[in-house]
C-alpha cells in the first residue's frame, strides 16, 4: 500500500504490546474509502492546534500521558486528536446538569490543574514528577468536591476523551489485537478463542482476574493506611 508509510506499520503504544506481527492496516484495502480515510487520517492529525493554547497544550499533554501511561514513544497523539474534537465541537452528546459544556469545562479544569500545581509544587503542572502529577490526579479521583464542581464528573471528561482519542488510533488496535473495522467486509469467526485468518493469537496466556484482584487489594490496603473509605 504505497499511501502508508513504512514508518507507520505494526506499531504499537511504546513499542508495547501482546500480538506480534499483528498490523491492523494490512486490512485497509477491505475497509471503504470513507472508513479508511477517517481511519488513516488519526496516524498523522494537524501539527497545529486549533483549541488548546500553548499554556493548555502542555497541561493536557501531560495529563493524557499520565492517564494513558504513555511515557516512552511512539505514542498516540491523543492531545492533537482532542484538539481537533474540541475545535469540531463533537462531543458525546450529554453533559452531566453541574457541568459547562465540554469546552469550557476542558478549559476550566486545566487551569485548575494547574493552580493545584502551582500552590502545592510552585511550578506547573507539566513541569512537575510523575509522582507529583500523580498526587494531585488521586485528589481528584478521590474528592467530593473539586473547584466547585464534582469530582467524579471532572474525572469522567478526562478519561472519557483520552480513552476515546487512544483506542480510535490504530497503533492501539494494534496493541489489543483489534482487527479494525467490520464495514463492509464483516467478521465471520464470533466466539471465544475464533479468530480470523488476518487475526493473530495473544502471545500471552494470564488470566488477567487475579492480577485485578492483586491490584483492588493494594488500593484498598493504601486507602486505608491513608484513614479514606475501604470501598
Not at 463533537?90 to 476550566?108: H, S
Not at 502551582?118 to 467530593?144: C, I, N, S, W, Y
Not at 476523551?161 to 480510535?168: D, E, K, L, N, Q
Request: charged residues 25%; glycine residues 10%; hydrophobic residues 40%.
Amino acid at each position: 500500500m504505497p499511501f502508508l508509510a513504512g514508518s507507520q506499520r505494526g506499531r504499537t503504544p511504546g513499542n508495547q504490546g501482546r500480538f506480534p506481527g499483528f498490523d491492523v492496516l494490512d486490512q485497509v484495502e477491505h475497509w471503504d474509502a470513507i472508513t479508511a480515510g477517517a481511519v488513516l487520517g488519526r496516524l498523522d492529525p494537524p501539527a497545529g492546534f486549533g483549541f488548546f493554547t500553548p499554556a493548555e497544550q502542555a497541561t493536557a499533554g501531560a495529563l493524557f500521558d499520565l492517564l494513558l501511561a504513555q511515557h516512552e514513544e511512539p505514542k498516540v497523539p491523543v492531545l492533537a486528536l482532542v484538539d481537533r474534537r474540541l475545535v469540531a465541537d463533537e462531543t458525546d452528546g450529554w453533559i452531566y446538569d453541574d457541568m459547562p459544556e465540554d469546552r469550557d469545562a476542558w478549559r476550566f479544569t486545566l487551569a485548575a490543574l494547574d493552580d493545584d500545581a502551582h500552590e502545592k509544587f510552585g511550578m506547573p503542572f507539566a513541569q512537575l514528577r510523575l509522582d507529583e502529577q500523580a498526587t494531585l490526579m488521586e485528589t481528584v479521583r478521590t474528592a467530593a468536591q473539586w473547584h466547585g464542581l464534582e469530582a467524579a464528573h471532572v474525572w469522567s471528561l478526562w478519561t472519557r476523551y483520552a480513552c476515546a482519542a487512544f483506542y480510535s488510533h490504530p497503533w492501539s488496535w494494534n496493541e489489543i489485537g483489534f482487527g479494525g473495522p467490520a464495514y463492509p467486509r464483516g467478521y465471520m469467526a464470533l466466539g471465544v478463542d475464533k479468530r480470523e485468518r488476518w487475526e493473530v493469537r495473544d502471545n500471552c496466556d494470564l488470566d488477567p482476574v487475579p492480577w485485578g484482584d492483586r491490584v483492588e487489594a493494594a488500593r484498598r490496603a493504601h486507602e486505608r493506611v491513608l484513614g479514606g473509605p475501604d470501598r
